[in-house]
């Protein structure tokens, strides 16, 4: 007997289930206080009082990145022995950190079966982070992002301080009590190309205490209301538009406002505001004047490295235009009436009405406008 089946009109799709899955996430229900929750002072308020989120928006570039963030880390267990999403905690943070790599003198002190395949020259806490191409330039020219600095020195200090915490799975590691850091490393994966980028700095003291402050004086505060809003707010900072408290910061969305505007409550903050404007605007007006000046000398040098800076060129191509000499050949092939004045809006009309693609042509007097690209050159 022969069993047919029959499948759906359309595929179903997997994005339910991958949502659902990262719902269940350990991370995705932590309400204790984590070092990587520490990405705004009054986002981490909220998580801290229990506040529960306003928003949820769209999560599949972020779901994408926490796929390629496990594999990488997975990769490197299998292959090098690495330690990876160990978890570190103390009665006020608690976090899991990406990959430990040992120095040998500390490597020695673990079961063979622990040990990294080469043990570091000094004991490193790396950190990954998933970019997209939009967010690569600034990578390579500026490293990591002072949120992004303050959640690994904090896993730093509590590994330095109280070692790894001793749960299921990391008892023989917790054995080894506190384990002091040497070296910080970022290691930055471009999701959209593969381009991975390498930031070391070596271990400071007092950025770690730095970093433990800003978690005091999140801890000190009463209500989140309390806390300043790190970010400049929707529109504005992607953080904010995707801020699972976006709403409770900022308020619901009004037609025609900008979230910001409720910051200005009278005519003596409107004036401030507005001088500050005047004041930014004649500051960056010779900047520009220079950024134009600079373009002009460019124009016309070829794409390539030229010392620390790629440049590139995009657009300059002819635009496409409806072709109103092949619509008039459908229309006589159609048996329709062609205008004595072909009228291509009404002839675009008609084509698109049935189906039909509307015809174009590059037309090469009118191009696109040529724009400049400049980014870091990738370092050997």
């Not at 978690?215 to 801020?243: K, Y």
């Not at 191509?317 to 004045?341: F, H």
Request: aromatic share 6%.
């Amino acid at each position: 007997m022969t069993t047919l089946a029959i499948a759906p009109k359309r595929p179903v799709s997997l994005w339910p289930a991958a949502h659902a899955a990262d719902a269940r996430r350990p991370r995705s229900q932590q309400t204790k206080l984590g070092a990587s929750d520490t990405v705004c002072a009054r986002r981490a308020g909220y998580l801290l009082h229990g506040r529960t989120p306003t928003d949820t928006g769209e999560k599949r570039k972020a779901i994408l990145g926490t796929w390629l963030h496990d594999g990488m880390l997975d990769a490197a267990r299998e292959e090098y022995g690495w330690l990876v999403e160990r978890r570190v905690e103390d009665e006020t943070v608690r976090g899991h950190i990406d990959a430990v790599q040992l120095d040998s003198t500390t490597a020695a002190r673990l079961p063979k079966r622990l040990r990294p395949t080469l043990p570091a020259e000094e004991t490193t806490v790396e950190d990954v982070k998933s970019k997209s191409t939009y967010q690569w330039d600034s990578i390579v020219r500026y490293g990591a992002t002072e949120a992004e600095l303050r959640q690994v020195y904090l896993y730093a200090d509590l590994l330095g301080t109280e070692g790894f915490a001793s749960v299921r799975g990391q008892r023989q590691l917790a054995r080894l009590g506190p384990v002091p850091v040497a070296r910080i490393r970022f290691r930055f994966i471009n999701r959209d190309n593969g381009d991975d980028h390498i930031q070391e700095i070596a271990y400071e003291a007092d950025r770690a205490r730095r970093a433990r402050w800003w978690v005091q004086q999140v801890r000190a505060a009463s209500s989140p209301e309390e806390l300043p809003r790190t970010f400049q707010g929707p529109g504005i900072s992607t953080i904010c538009d995707h801020c699972p408290f976006r709403t409770a910061c900022w308020g619901p969305l009004v037609a025609g406002r900008s979230p910001q505007s409720q910051l200005i409550h009278d005519d003596e903050e409107r004036e401030k505001a507005l001088a500050e404007y005047a004041e930014v605007s004649k500051q960056i007006k010779p900047l520009k004047d220079r950024q134009k000046y600079l373009r002009a000398q460019l124009d016309g040098s070829e794409p390539g490295v030229y010392g620390d800076n790629v440049l590139r060129w995009s657009g300059g191509n002819p635009t496409k235009v409806d072709d109103v000499g092949a619509m008039v050949s459908l229309y006589r092939r159609a048996g329709l009436a062609v205008p004595m004045a072909p009228d291509a809006a009404a002839m675009k009309a008609t084509l698109e009405g049935v189906g039909i693609p509307v015809p174009t042509r590059l037309d090469h007097d009118q191009r696109t406008a040529v724009s400049i690209n400049v980014t870091a050159s990738k370092k050997p």
